[in-house]
């Protein structure tokens, strides 16, 4: 899901007059996989929802795009109070389907300390039983700590 997010953003952003809409994009490239059907896009970065123009309000202009909302791992020292209140925002938005990804990563690609990340895998889970979401998992490197979390909220 991850991949697709990176490339529905790369196609957003590489077209001359972005935002366009992805439909009609879809609709003159003639290498579009004609099975598509519907696809999610992964809004997983805090600082990318606040962006003046975020494309989650372009990509709910399409109908078959829909889209979850979360913190990724990677960027779990970006979640605030002000960012859990406007995730929660998010999860209202008409085209959003759950909360992802959200989870652990200890590889080496992720500097981000554990105990932060804990934190807002935690605050995150506990948002998404309150809500009853259904939630996208990024767990590398930490499949322990990530049981051990999810028991702990989710019992
Ligand atoms: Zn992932």
């Not at 899901?1 to 003159?28: C, D, G, H």
């Not at 999610?40 to 990318?48: G, L, N, S």
């Not at 652990?104 to 105990?115: A, E, F, I, P, Q």
């Not at 990340?117 to 322990?144: G, N, T, W, Y």
Request: hydrophobic residues 45%.
């Amino acid at each position: 899901m991850k991949q697709f997010e990176k490339t529905l953003i790369l196609i957003y952003r590489r077209l001359p007059k972005w935002p366009v809409n992805f439909s009609a994009y879809r609709a003159e490239q003639t290498t579009f996989p004609a099975c598509f059907e519907s696809c999610i896009a992964v809004f997983c970065d805090p600082r990318e929802w606040l962006k003046t123009n975020p494309l989650y309000l372009v990509v709910e202009k399409e109908p078959d795009v829909r889209a979850i909302f979360g913190c990724h791992p990677h960027f779990a020292d970006h979640m605030d109070a002000a960012a859990f209140d406007m995730l929660n925002n998010l999860l209202e938005r008409p085209n959003a389907v759950g909360l992802g990804e959200i989870g652990l990563d200890y590889s080496h690609k992720n500097n981000v300390d554990h105990d932060i990340q804990k934190m807002v895998f935690r605050a995150q889970l506990a948002l998404a039983k309150k809500r009853i979401e259904p939630i996208c998992l990024h767990v590398r490197e930490a499949d322990e700590d990530a049981f051990q979390v999810l028991e702990e909220v989710l019992n």
